[in-house]
């Protein structure tokens, strides 16, 4: 009897057991990832990872790729993605990272600290838009596998989105397959593979099933290439695509009335301003003038009338998202004051200044019109030029009078302005072509000022240096700073998705993508 029911509980823990082993193989599999997700997109994207200049075309990289630190949900810090830990050394001079060691590449190689020291490298040597700050690195010293320390050149108020932001690649496969086809078949840490790419038109990812930090909820990534804006609308209210951004404000009342569609508005850094470019027209160096402009541009008046008050009015640097926003900085719409100060200037009326234009300024004609209409009030005389932003970008690197006296700039920036000072206003850098405001007076104590915002670790300190510069370049201006935009984006009722807030134009973590249907 007691032989029969050792044998009988056997056959109990064997049934129990193999239904266990099949309930849980079920279940992995039911929780494989399922469906399609379509993102239509304005620009291309771009699989040369250490070369890619644009942040837009690094956007599918990103999916395939992982950070050391990637931003938290409210966009205000770094949180750890393929670093688990991080230590910032004495005066800022260095940095301890200490990796995740469960962090493992699409092929089964686990993430080393030999992998951040070739990205960087890479990076350092490449063309791309993160190689100024691979170039303050001035080493990597590795300790093990997964524990190496960061030296750098000079402190950085900015550490954190600076270096953790840095993406990490397999420095074997690299020199496995070599640089053409690594270019062509990217392979990462991320939750998804590449598929396949149509210049141009599409780029499409897979997920990795069990990825070892998070498994997105959908199999394929899709990104449909769609420069034009209403062509996006349309293919959101077909079904065609699930995302897309950004949609203008004059889209937003026609998409809010669907049912299948959410519209969503986040702060992202933003800035339009208009340029002066003194460096080649000397009419621009006249502080009178450069007021004048200032005090005649209704910003109010743009952002209500154009961009249905889904917009707001800018007079400095820094936007609602950045370390150092002061909005007790402003400039009041006068024109009679303009007017004035357009007689007391250098400048001759009816001499035309060339404004120049890309289609990185949204409606950018009615921008530009309303301002040439604004500065003819005042007796300024504006003869306006679209021109290709790639084109406006280039002339701009080499302070080109082609690009004119009053070109129309664009920022997407991040949440510190120190980058785009130093490229804005910068007068006197080692490489490049420094700020086109290099007539002003007190140009050294700008240079100076911009310099100490990028080391002073010390967050109140650094934006008392970052309020000075303001209340210096309000009193003397070096551009005309006019509005900045939120973004606002559009999802069919498939899929939820949360933008980070006050970091870049362009969305991260899109496997953060939820499936509703």
């Given at each position: 009897m007691g032989e029969i029911m050792k044998v009988f509980k056997k056959a109990i823990c064997y049934f129990v057991l193999s239904t266990l082993f099949v309930l849980c193989s079920w279940t992995a599999v039911s929780a494989a990832p399922k469906g399609t997700v379509t993102i239509a997109i304005p620009a291309d994207l771009s699989l040369d990872f250490f070369n890619s200049k644009s942040a837009n075309g690094r956007m599918?990289?990103?999916?395939?790729?992982?950070?050391?630190?990637t931003y938290n949900p409210s966009g205000t810090d770094r949180v750890p993605q393929l670093a688990k830990s991080w230590k910032l050394g004495k005066k800022g001079m260095s940095l301890e990272i200490n990796l995740d060691e469960r962090a493992r590449f699409e092929n089964g190689d686990p993430v080393t600290c030999h992998d951040v020291k070739f990205s960087w490298q890479q990076f350092a040597t490449g063309t791309s838009a993160y190689r100024s700050n691979a170039r303050l690195i001035k080493d990597i010293q590795i300790s093990g596998d997964h524990s190496c320390v960061m030296l750098f050149k000079r402190p950085n108020a900015d550490w954190k989105n600076e270096y953790l932001r840095m993406r990490i690649a397999s420095k074997n496969y690299y020199e496995k397959v070599g640089k053409k086809q690594f270019t062509k078949k990217p392979m990462g840490s991320g939750p998804f593979r590449f598929v396949k790419r149509s210049a141009g038109t599409s780029f499409v990812l897979e997920a990795v099933d069990n990825h070892w930090l998070k498994t997105a909820e959908f199999k394929t990534m899709k990104f449909m290439i769609v420069p034009d804006a209403v062509t996006r609308m349309a293919l959101l209210e077909k079904g065609t695509a699930?995302?897309?951004?950004?949609?203008?404000?004059?889209h937003l009342a026609r998409l809010e009335k669907s049912k299948k569609i959410k519209v969503k508005t986040v702060v992202v850094p933003s800035l339009f301003s208009v340029g002066f470019n003194s460096f080649r027209f000397d009419v621009m160096a006249d502080k009178n003038l450069?007021?004048?402009?200032?005090?005649?541009?209704?910003?109010?008046?743009?952002?209500?009338?154009?961009?249905?008050?889904?917009?707001?009015?800018?007079?400095?640097?820094?936007?609602?998202?950045?370390?150092?926003?002061?909005p007790s900085i402003k400039y009041e719409f006068d024109p009679d004051k303009?007017?004035?100060?357009?007689?007391?200037?250098?400048?001759?009326?009816?001499?035309?200044?060339?404004?120049?234009?890309?289609?990185?300024?949204?409606?950018?004609?009615?921008?530009?019109?309303a301002i040439q209409d604004y500065l003819k009030r005042v007796g300024i005389t504006v003869k306006?030029?679209?021109?290709?932003?790639?084109?406006?970008?280039?002339?701009?690197?080499?302070?080109?009078?082609?690009?004119?006296?009053?070109?129309?700039?664009?920022?997407?920036?991040?949440?510190?302005?120190?980058?785009?000072?130093?490229?804005?206003?910068?007068?006197?850098?080692?490489?490049?072509?420094?700020?086109?405001?290099?007539?002003?007076?007190?140009?050294k104590q700008i240079d100076k000022l911009i310099m100490a915002s990028y080391v002073v670790i010390n967050k109140k300190k650094r934006i008392g240096i970052l309020r000075k510069i303001a209340r210096m370049t309000h009193q003397d201006?070096?551009?005309?700073?006019?509005?900045?935009?939120?973004?606002?984006?559009?999802?069919?009722?498939?899929?939820?998705?949360?933008?980070?807030?006050?970091?870049?134009g362009f969305p991260f973590n899109l496997y953060d993508i939820k499936m509703l249907k």
């Open positions: 599918g990289l990103g999916q395939i790729y992982q950070t050391l630190g699930d995302f897309t951004y950004p949609v203008d404000p004059f450069r007021l004048a402009i200032n005090y005649a541009i209704n910003r109010q008046e743009i952002c209500d009338e154009i961009f249905m008050g889904k917009c707001y009015p800018m007079y400095y640097f820094a936007s609602k998202a950045e370390v150092g926003f002061d303009a007017r004035e100060l357009v007689k007391k200037s250098n400048y001759k009326p009816g001499t035309p200044l060339k404004m120049i234009y890309t289609s990185a300024v949204p409606s950018g004609n009615l921008v530009t019109t306006l030029q679209k021109m290709e932003a790639a084109t406006a970008l280039k002339l701009m690197a080499k302070k080109d009078p082609k690009l004119g006296a009053l070109p129309i700039i664009g920022w997407a920036g991040g949440t510190s302005p120190s980058q785009r000072l130093f490229l804005g206003l910068m007068t006197k850098r080692k490489k490049g072509a420094g700020g086109m405001y290099t007539n002003w007076k007190g140009r201006p070096a551009y005309a700073a006019m509005f900045g935009l939120p973004m606002n984006f559009a999802l069919s009722d498939r899929i939820d998705y949360e933008w980070v807030p006050n970091v870049a």
